[in-house]
C-alpha cells in the first residue's frame, strides 16, 4: 500500500514538545510525512500561506479565541485540517473548533488513526466535490424543464417519467449542484450551456 504525503506544520512553543512529536511522526508506518516547526504565532500566518499545510497541529493556548475559519481564510488555507495539541485543561468550547485533539499520552498507533480518519474526510470531500460537477444526462434534461418554468408533472410527462422520479432526480440535482432554486439553477444552466437565454421564460 502506497504511503500518504502530508505536509504539517507543527505549531507549539516548547522545542522539547515539537521535537519529540516531529520524531513520533516520522516513525509512523503508512505515511510520508513533511514537518515545518513553528515556535511563535507571529510567525504561523506567514508559515501557513508559504508552505500551504494539510494539518496544522497547534497549542491551542497560541491562538486563544481566535476563529479558526476566520484564521484559515486569513492564511489562505481553507482546507487545512486543524488538530489541538492538549497537554494542559482547555475550554471545552475551544477544542470544539478544532477537527481533531492529540493528547501528550497519546500513541503513536492513536496518532496513525487520527491521521488516517482526517485524510479519509479529506478524500470523501474531494470526491463529493467532484461529484457536484458531474450530472447526468437525465438530470441535465430536469434542470433545462425546470429552467423553462415547467412543473414536475410537466416535466415527467415529457420525459415519459413518474412525478416521484422527477422529484427524486431534483433532489439528487439540489445535492450535488447545492442549488435550491429555481433562479440559480437558470444561472448554472446558462453557465454551463445547457440553454440559450432565448429559452428561458
Known sequence: MANINLKIIIAEPSVIIRSGLELLLKRIAGFRIQIVEV????????????????????????????NLSNFKEECSCLSVKCIALVYSVFEHTCLRMFDEQIKIFDSADEIRHKLERLNAEEVVSMEESDEQQMLSAREKEIVVCVVKGMTNREIATSLFLSTHTVITHR?????????HSASGLTIYAIVNKLVELSDIK
Open 39 to 66: 515556535s511563535g504565532v507571529e510567525s504561523l500566518p506567514d508559515a501557513m500561506r508559504t508552505n500551504k499545510p494539510d494539518v496544522l497541529i497547534i497549542n491551542p493556548a497560541m491562538i486563544g479565541g481566535v
Open 171 to 179: 433532489r439528487n440535482i439540489a445535492r450535488k449542484l447545492q442549488i
